[in-house]
């Protein structure tokens, strides 16, 4: 059974920086494109980052909202996916979900299989 | 960016009804479109994949369908389990960009 389960969400003060980390398990986690996407307090969903695979040499992609400030990687030896988030604004208040990539024909979506989040708050 | 649309923001149905939902994307992004099943307070689930790929176990009342820039996911007869929020995703380019969601209620 595949499960990607996040941690490291909580609440943080703007400015301020917090680590997630997601563990995969049930499937070759080291082959696939893993994303982070984010939810709102009852919005809908935002795509925030994307790291590839070894043979793409872990190359990454971002939103225009968290470029600069967010990064994305991964430590295969351990399937665990990482994101790192700093100078924190009160609009990053969401939930975090990892999403393993599916790739067909050439391109990859994103949420083939979904952790099942975790909450980071923003707030002084 | 592609801008994803879609419509309606939310539709009332009642079991054993038909349910067309719209998904518009600002240019074409050929089929990379998928379409994910979000019910309150859990993860999404990924339903279809390049336009009209159903997902692995997903029943085949989901019906996806189009290519370019018009898409529509159709649930030909709505079960109780099917009352939840469905995204549309394009993965033609970067930044990848979901729909704001539809909303299927129980009439």
């Known amino acids: 059974e595949v499960q990607l389960v996040e941690s490291g969400g909580g609440l943080v003060q703007p400015g301020g920086s917090l680590r997630l980390s997601c563990v995969g398990s049930g499937f070759s986690f080291s082959d696939h494109y893993m994303d982070w996407v984010r939810q709102a307090p009852g919005k809908g969903l935002e795509w925030v980052g994307r790291?590839?695979?070894?043979?793409?040499?872990?190359?990454?992609e971002y939103a225009a909202s968290v470029k600069g400030r967010f990064t994305v990687s991964r430590d295969d030896s351990k399937t665990s996916l990482y994101l790192q988030m700093n100078s924190l604004k009160t609009e990053d208040t969401a939930v975090y979900y990892c999403?393993?990539?599916?790739?067909?024909?050439?391109?990859?979506?994103?949420?083939?299989?979904w952790g099942l989040g975790t909450l980071v708050i923003v707030s002084s | 960016d592609i801008q994803m649309t879609q419509s309606p923001s939310s539709v009332s149905a009642s079991v054993g009804e038909r349910v067309t939902i719209t998904c518009r994307a600002s240019q074409g992004v050929s089929s990379f479109l998928a379409w994910f099943q979000q019910k309150p307070g859990k993860a999404p689930k990924s339903l279809i994949y390049?336009?009209?790929s159903l997902q692995s176990g997903v029943p085949s009342r989901f019906i996806g369908s189009g290519s370019g820039t018009d898409f529509t996911l159709t649930i030909s007869s709505l079960q109780p389990e099917d009352f939840a929020t469905y995204y549309c995703q394009q993965y033609k380019s970067y930044p990848l960009t979901f729909g704001g969601g539809t909303k299927v209620e129980i009439k």
């Open positions: 999403a393993r990539g599916n790739c067909i024909g050439g391109s990859c979506f994103a949420g083939f299989h």
């Open positions: 390049a336009a009209s």
């Open positions: 790291i590839r695979d070894k043979s793409k040499s872990y190359t990454t």
